[in-house]
């Protein structure tokens, strides 16, 4: 079967501002973090080296794809690392899983600063410091790979504890900062669900009440205090996901 070019590799509109540039960013991180670390099963399928040249893409929705690159020259976008499949079946695996990771993370860069062109140099220091605060595609690979390799964290990557719940069987509520937990082997297998960023005590975390995962409060912008004020937390995902119910 022919593998049709990525048509969903640019974003629907141009992203202009800091922030807009930082969520497109985000969005293709945490695709790409789930591509490697939680879907590396199927991301391996999908890499198969009897193809022609293959690209692993971030999609601005959040999704990842791996297809043929853009037909078009120049492409509208930088494009990913070329022919990721050719290498797959001569390299160890965890070594061409980073090698990957690794250029995902330049490819990501580079997109970023491409709308950056037009920002002026305060502003594009301010959005190299928002990105840096984030781990990067391979550090969230690596954090993975040590606890499974510890821990047996299974194949998709989740927490198999992510949720808190006291003996009466009751979900404690997800507001309670991480600092309240104890640094047990269950949090060292909590991911932050929009930068996979290893759970951390010395950090805020927030707890989704509906799709039940798991967040810095810095990656949602959830400070302690606005916490306290909150009696049912809704990541974004899941608040775009009600939004648009609504309208329907």
């Known amino acids: 079967m022919e593998m049709a070019p990525a048509l969903q590799a640019a974003p629907s509109s141009n992203p202009r501002t800091v922030e807009d540039i930082f969520k497109d960013y985000s969005a293709r991180r945490g695709a790409l973090v789930r591509a490697l670390p939680s879907d590396v099963d199927e991301f391996f399928g999908l890499c198969d080296p009897d193809k022609e040249n ?6 601005p929705n959040g999704n990842w794809e791996v297809a043929l690159p853009a037909e078009e020259v120049p492409p509208e976008l930088p494009e990913p690392a070329l022919g990721i499949n050719f290498a797959r079946d001569g390299m160890n695996r965890r070594d ?25 140099g305060n502003e594009r220091k301010r959005l190299f410091n928002m990105i840096n605060d984030l781990p990067t595609v391979y550090e969230a690979l690596i954090d993975r790979k040590h606890v499974r390799d510890r821990s047996g964290v299974d194949s998709s990557g989740k927490s198999k504890h992510s949720t808190k719940r006291t003996s009466e069987g009751q979900v404690k509520r997800s507001r309670v900062v991480a600092e309240e937990y104890e640094e047990d082997e269950e949090h060292n297998e909590t991911f932050c669900g929009t930068c996979g960023g290893l759970y951390n005590a010395s950090e805020f975390w927030i707890g989704c009440d509906i ?28 608040s775009s996901s009600s939004s648009k119910k609504t309208r329907l």
């Open 96 to 120: 061409w899983l980073s090698l990957v990771a690794v250029h995902s993370d330049s490819w990501l860069v580079s997109v970023a600063f491409f709308f950056a062109a037009r920002l002026n």
């Open 211 to 238: 799709c039940e995962r798991w967040f810095h409060g810095k990656c949602v912008r959830i400070t302690p205090a606005k916490a306290e004020h909150i009696k049912r937390y809704k990541c974004p995902d899941c």
């Open 54 to 59: 293959l690209c692993l893409y971030g999609l």
